[in-house]
């Protein structure tokens, strides 16, 4: 089955182009069917990047699927034209009284910053609390898995000595999970942060389960045990060139950076990037579309009775 996205939205073609399946919304209209509702708040500074990543990966599945995105319209985005966004995405007083089988919120540059410092942060915290009752499954990517383990359990973020940046292998803890299901024992995963969370906080919070870990770098995927909030610190969304255009970024801008480690061939830089977690993308996204699909309510007013 098709995504449906908003007319118009410039990555559409490149989609088209990689056989990825749209539908236009009048066509989308007379089918008989009643679709998954996604809302994608994407915080990330090169949005048309985000997007194309993040559709890539929810376009392979045979649901039918509307995506919809969202911006914070109290932070002035310094990559993106205003004009851009108030025509392909929401902000929250649009959106505030429709109901999403699912929210994805991306990660962000901000990590040098306390949550509270964070120009937007009252407004990501309204829609934070918007969520639990006008979104059945939340799926937080790196900094924003930080902030909503903030948020919901008081788990706070701790500066790392340097940058983890690279690729690396991390264990699948519980094989039978359906989040987890198509998975190898071991896996790899890009990071690219430079902050974690308090490990020995989350062992302390049941309600938390820890699907993968590192035995140094620590966990990768969280779940909460009602399965309807996945944490992902890693970015498996990420293109094979994410982390090298981020490399070259930073040494452009003279900050003090290692290179991306199991990474490059050989690490040479000059070598095209080993592409290893492009098959775990793709199972991770369509289990947690499956499990939402086999979930959500059919009716989405009903959300209001889950508040978690």
């Known amino acids: 089955m098709p995504i449906k996205i908003v007319e118009g939205l410039p990555v559409a073609e490149h989609l088209r182009s990689e056989r990825v399946s749209l539908i236009e919304t009048g066509r989308a209209l007379t089918q008989d069917i009643r679709p998954l509702k996604i809302l994608i708040l994407n915080l990330m500074p090169k949005k048309e990047e985000t997007e194309l990543q993040l559709l890539r990966l929810l376009g392979n599945t045979p649901l039918q699927i509307d995506v919809d995105f969202m911006y914070m319209n109290s932070h002035l985005s310094k990559n993106t034209p205003k004009s851009y966004l108030q025509k392909y995405y929401y902000h929250y007083d649009e959106i505030k009284n429709e109901r999403f089988d699912g929210l994805i919120i991306t990660g ?57 940046f690279g690729i690396f292998q991390y264990k699948n803890n519980i094989p039978s999970h359906k989040m987890l299901r198509g998975f190898d024992e071991y896996y790899h995963v890009p990071q690219s942060r430079h902050t974690r969370v308090d490990y020995e906080r989350i062992e302390k919070i049941p309600e938390l389960i820890k699907l993968t870990e590192h035995p140094e770098y620590g966990p990768d995927i969280l779940i909460t045990q009602d399965q309807r909030d996945i944490f992902v610190f890693g970015h498996l969304e990420y293109d094979r060139n994410t982390l090298n ?12 950076i290692q290179m991306p480690k199991n990474y490059f061939p050989t690490n040479d830089p000059t070598e095209r990037p080993i592409f290893n977690w492009k098959s775990h993308a793709y199972i991770l996204y369509n289990n947690w579309l499956n499990q939402t699909y086999q979930n959500t309510p059919y009716d989405l007013d009903e959300l209001v009775t889950l508040k978690r």
């Not at 900094?143 to 706070?156: G, K, P, R, S, V």
């Not at 255009?245 to 003090?256: F, K, S, T």
Request: contains cysteine; aromatic residues 18%; proline residues 3%.
């Open 245 to 256: 255009n981020e490399y070259q970024r930073d040494l452009a801008r003279g900050d003090d």
């Open 108 to 164: 962000a540059p901000v990590e040098h910053l306390e949550f509270s410092e964070v120009d937007y942060s009252k407004e990501l915290n309204q829609v934070m609390k918007w969520s639990e009752t006008h979104v059945f499954s939340r799926f937080y990517i790196c900094w924003a898995a930080q902030y909503a383990l903030n948020y919901y359990f008081d788990i706070e973020k701790i500066p790392l000595s340097e940058k983890l």
